[in-house]
């Protein structure tokens, strides 16, 4: 189950320089490959300084009406009291950190290969932009042993302990705040036992994401705008801000994590799934000067060849029925045109 996923890039190969990261620490100033055009704007401040992500506490006896009220409003929140066990964040954390420490050669042993979707490189959206991004990083999708060993072929075991560990328990994380979700939701029966059952059938990717400290970081960018192609996103921040999402009406909007908690958003098939009562966010990420930021986004999905569409009660869909697998193929070719290509 978990190759369909990884077979869903194979008809589209990446070209090298837009799949292995400079070796960063190396870099004195930005190189011209990385220096974006001003109109991107990283540095716009929001219309309103205030404006933040709503914060959604997961013990709050109202958790379903809340979550719901994010969804349709913003599509990205923070959540507090998930009660994922201590310590959890903080090893997937150092295990990032430990691997993208490494020698640049040494991780350039563990690329990832033009057609595949794990290992090490460029995030899989730079093909589609003119400059390159300030950033590294390295996808998991099941077990993470085969690239470990070659990383550290004598201790290797705890980087895939902390992967693992960090994947089960996201996974009952991320199922539960999806059936929260779609409980605001007017769903048929089928529909539910089908939400139901994604959790024994899911596909996900884990992402380790690097952003090195920037001697400019008024000229590049972390990770360029995108929207998440699964159902949700519940992404760590490890402490150090640089995720802005984009809200209509408002610009560019920084989060701030709050201590502890995780960051979830919206992806296109929920947007999807949802008929476009909630949006699909829109984010991207900005380096700073002095801190060397770590973020691990975990995706969350059905299964590749499960077919999805609006659900039925939501009115006139939007959006025409297709498999995942089908999806993954339009946004690898597509990217921001995927949805448009689908409507109905
Ligand atoms: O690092 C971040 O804040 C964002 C990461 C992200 O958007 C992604 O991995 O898809
Ligand atoms: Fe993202």
């Not at 292995?20 to 109109?39: G, K």
């Not at 979550?67 to 997937?92: K, M, Y």
């Not at 059952?197 to 008024?218: H, I, K, M, W």
């Not at 802005?244 to 989060?255: A, C, E, L, Y």
Request: proline share 7%; charged share 20%; aromatic share 10%.
């Amino acid at each position: 189950q978990m190759s369909t996923l990884l077979e869903a890039y194979k008809d589209d190969p990446v070209q090298l320089h837009h799949l292995i990261p400079l070796d960063f620490p190396s870099l004195r100033a930005v190189p011209e490959s990385h220096v974006w055009p001003e109109s991107y704007n990283f540095r716009v401040s929001p219309s309103d300084e205030n404006l933040s992500i709503p914060i959604v506490d997961l013990k709050d006896p109202n958790i379903a009406d809340n979550i719901g009220r994010a969804c349709q409003t913003w599509g990205i929140f923070q959540v507090t009291n998930h009660g994922l066990p201590s310590g959890l964040l903080e090893d997937v954390e150092y295990e990032a950190r430990r691997l993208f420490s490494l020698p640049v050669e040494q991780k350039r042993k563990v690329l990832r290969s033009p057609c595949g979707a794990t290992g090490y490189g460029c995030a899989r959206i730079t093909p589609f932009f003119p400059k390159l991004m300030w950033h590294e990083g390295f996808t998991v999708m099941g077990s993470s042993v085969d690239h470990a060993r070659v990383l550290w072929p004598h201790g290797y075991k705890r980087f895939c302990d902390a992967m693992d560990n960090y994947q089960k328990h996201m996974k009952t994380l991320a199922h539960n705040l999806f059936l929260t979700i779609l409980s605001s939701l007017d769903l048929s029966e089928p529909e539910k036992n089908w939400a139901a059952a994604v959790y024994d059938s899911e596909s996900n990717a884990l992402q380790l994401n690097s952003y090195p400290a920037c001697p400019d970081p008024t000229r590049t960018i972390g990770l360029a705008p995108h929207t998440d192609s699964l159902l949700l996103t519940i992404l760590h921040h490890c402490e150090t801000n640089g995720l802005q999402t984009f809200r209509d009406g408002f610009g560019w909007v920084p989060v701030h994590q709050v201590s502890g908690a995780l960051t979830v958003n919206v992806g296109d098939l929920l947007h999807i799934l949802s008929n476009g009562k909630f949006p699909t966010v829109c984010h991207r990420a900005v380096v700073n000067r002095t801190r060397h930021r770590i973020s691990v986004a975990y995706f969350y999905g059905p299964r590749a060849d499960s077919v999805f569409g609006p659900f039925s009660r939501l009115g006139f869909p939007r959006y025409r029925t297709l498999t995942l697998k089908e999806y993954i193929g339009i946004k690898a070719k597509h990217l921001d045109k995927a949805l448009s290509l689908i409507t109905n």
